[in-house]
């Protein structure tokens, strides 16, 4: 089984809000940006890390500590696994967004809490947030 390493690439929040809204993550954006002509203060000029992938069918990708993820296949994918970050610190939160369809999803890199989906439908995300406490991965559709 081959590994894919994602490379970790700085993306603007403001092109990151646009992607959200466009792909449905939050179909209302209007409290992320603001009115047309209108400017963002400090939060436009910041960048942020975001995890990328185009895995094939029975590969892993493995992801950074970076808050955003896109996992674009070419098509759907009958198995892939997924490798969270391997030193989580707590509260580490990530949003994984899906292009295609996903079978059967593998969660990989620690505890990873039962109400972790195990198929993925196309053009939707999930979001993983580590607990220290109990040393656990919670993942939600």
Do not use: C
């Not at 500590?65 to 892939?80: D, Q, R, S």
């Amino acid at each position: 089984m081959a590994n894919t390493i994602i490379q970790a690439n700085p993306v603007s929040l403001a092109k990151i809000a646009g992607m959200m809204q466009t792909s449905g993550f939050f179909p209302d954006t209007s409290g992320l940006l603001p009115a047309s002509g209108g400017t963002i203060t400090g939060l436009a000029s910041k960048s942020v890390a975001l995890n990328y992938a185009a895995p094939l069918t029975g590969t892993t990708v493995s992801l950074t500590g970076a808050p955003f993820a896109v996992i674009e296949p070419a098509g759907t994918l009958a198995a892939l696994t997924v490798a969270l970050p391997s030193s989580p610190t707590d509260g580490l939160a990530i949003v994984i967004g899906f292009t295609r369809a996903i079978t059967a999803i593998t969660w990989s890199n620690g505890t990873v809490a039962a109400v972790a989906p195990a198929t993925i439908a196309a053009g939707t995300h999930v979001q993983a947030v580590y607990r220290a406490a109990s040393s656990r991965w919670f993942i939600f559709s």
